[in-house]
């Protein structure tokens, strides 16, 4: 069964302490890992697409990675503005039919002090 | 600017009294979809639609249907809410079916008593 665990659920960092998410799945054939950010009481937004392991993306402060069984959302002296929940999720080729359906981690809830 | 629109964000109902929660996207894309996002649950797909009159079920469609009769639009009803409907609901659009890159609206808050 297709499957996202993200990891820490929360994590409280001080502005500019840098850190790291954890996003691991399990999936028949991997598609496309994709990142969103979401803001109390907003839509997911969406951040970065990777699709095969080794490949890198970044974004300001933000930089993910791949592998074939995780991806880490590297997050560089942050802000508190990068406070936030992380939400990944992951497309396999072995959804049932048509639709190539996205399976969601839970999330990670990032809270950045000044 | 490229958004997708829901209405309303807020609403508070009873128990079997049916309503519509509208979207509306303006950036003419193929794939619209409906999740419900719960704590501890997460998203849960309701509902999707590869186009124009192509709906089909997601992984929580009891208690829902949709309709897409226009391409921008993709509204949810709700024939007879019940308190396990309570929720947080995202409206999503991407350019096709197999796009991972959704546009979500901001959430339309039920609570049904």
């Known amino acids: 069964e297709d499957q996202v665990t993200q990891s820490p659920e929360a994590l409280r960092l001080q502005e500019g302490e840098s850190s790291s998410l954890n996003c691991s799945y399990t999936v028949s054939g991997l598609r496309g890992l994709f990142w969103y950010r979401q803001d109390p009481g907003k839509g997911p937004e969406f951040l970065f697409t990777l699709y095969s392991a080794g490949e890198e993306k970044e974004k300001e402060r933000l930089k993910a990675t791949l592998t074939k069984k995780e991806s880490f959302l590297h997050i560089t002296a942050p802000k508190p503005e990068d406070s936030a929940t992380y939400l990944c999720a992951v497309q396999g080729a072995s959804n049932a039919g048509n639709n190539r359906k996205l399976i969601w981690g839970l999330g990670t809830s990032l809270a950045v002090n000044p | 600017e490229a958004q997708v629109t829901q209405n309303p964000r807020y609403l508070i109902t009873v128990t079997g009294k049916k309503l519509t929660v509208t979207c509306s996207q303006n950036?003419?894309?193929?794939?619209m979809s409906w999740y419900r996002q719960d704590p501890g649950l997460g998203l849960r797909q309701i509902y999707y639609?590869?186009?124009?009159?192509?709906?089909d079920k997601g992984d929580v469609p009891e208690g829902y249907k949709v309709s897409r009769k226009e391409k921008r639009n993709f509204p949810l009803i709700l024939e007879s809410p019940s308190p396990n409907q309570t929720s947080l609901y995202f409206c999503a659009s991407s350019l096709w079916e197999g796009s991972g890159e959704l546009f979500f609206g901001e959430g339309s808050r039920l609570t049904v008593l």
């Open positions: 950036m003419n894309h193929e794939y």
């Open positions: 639609s590869m186009n124009v009159e192509v709906t």
